[in-house]
């Protein structure tokens, strides 16, 4: 079984449905509303739908658009904190900041429990439609509360697998990239955090398919989150699991150790 997420009813999509129901009233269609602001069609059709969240900016100029006497702006407002995250990520979040264990392995940018505030602002400014500047600053910030998961007792314990192309990314510039790798530095010596590399240079991987995370909860379900282009898949079913398991376990074996990617860290740095 997959997705859970698909089944979830967000604020996000009941204001969205509000702002569709506001725009057939006023005898708009998504190409006319979008084109009065400057926006693609499929910006509109994204907030009605509920994947995209609709920012506080613009539920002010929609409600004076469409005459709704403010009612897009005071939901928007009104919007629970935990929802600040997109809703094909939501499931994935909440189950995060629950987990017994973590197991994560990234091939394209630092993990995001591990990014840097100015790392995570330069991964939000690559994404492609831009971020307008105040949904960047909320991602951003989201993000950096998503790391308080550390805080937590009992402990979450987690393993992270990145790749070395990652550290040589100068996401933000090389001063950004330079105090994200030290940051990586301090994170390898908690003592409930594990740090593994894998080397450019290893003739075998076992996930080429791409980057995943697997999650224990509290019950000790086992969960997979998977994440690509515009596309996210949450799975509970034991066979599935099962197999990326096998996977991450051969992907261990295959990385630095934490102690020679601590020292790969280190040379990086030149220390």
């Excluded at 429990?113 to 995570?120: D, I, K, P, V, W």
Aim: net charge negative; aromatic share 6%.
């Amino acid at each position: 079984m997959q997705a859970k997420r698909n089944k979830r009813v967000t604020s996000w999509h009941v204001i969205g449905a509000q702002l569709a129901a506001f725009r057939k009233a006023a005898g708009m269609t998504q190409v006319s509303l979008a084109d009065r602001f400057g926006l693609g069609e499929d910006t509109i059709a994204s907030i009605e739908q509920g994947r995209r969240p609709l920012q506080s900016d613009f539920a002010v100029k929609l409600d004076a658009l469409l005459d709704t006497k403010k009612a897009l702006q005071v939901a928007v407002e009104k919007v629970p904190k935990k929802e600040r995250f997109p809703a094909f990520v939501q499931d994935f979040i909440e189950y995060e900041q629950e987990a017994l264990t973590l197991l994560s392995y990234e091939s394209m940018v630092v993990p995001g429990l591990l990014q840097t505030e100015a790392y995570a602002r330069a991964v939000f400014a690559s994404q492609y439609p831009p971020l307008e500047s105040d949904e960047l600053e909320e991602r951003v910030a989201a993000r950096l509360d998503r790391k308080r998961v550390f805080e937590r007792r009992p402990r979450l314990m987690a393993n992270f697998l990145i790749e070395e192309s990652i550290l040589h990314r100068p996401l933000g510039g090389r001063a950004v990239l330079h105090e994200q790798i030290r940051h990586l530095r301090r994170c390898a010596e908690l003592p409930f955090l594990g740090l593994q590399i894998m080397p450019t240079s290893r003739e075998t991987h076992a996930a080429v398919d791409g980057p995943m995370v697997l999650l224990e909860t509290p019950d000790h379900d086992q969960l997979a989150y998977i994440e690509g282009q515009r596309v996210s898949v949450l799975l509970d079913d034991p066979d599935e699991v099962s197999v990326l398991h096998q996977k991450y376990g051969m992907l261990r074996s295959q990385a630095l150790s934490p102690e020679e990617s601590m020292r790969l860290l280190d040379d990086l740095l030149g220390e």
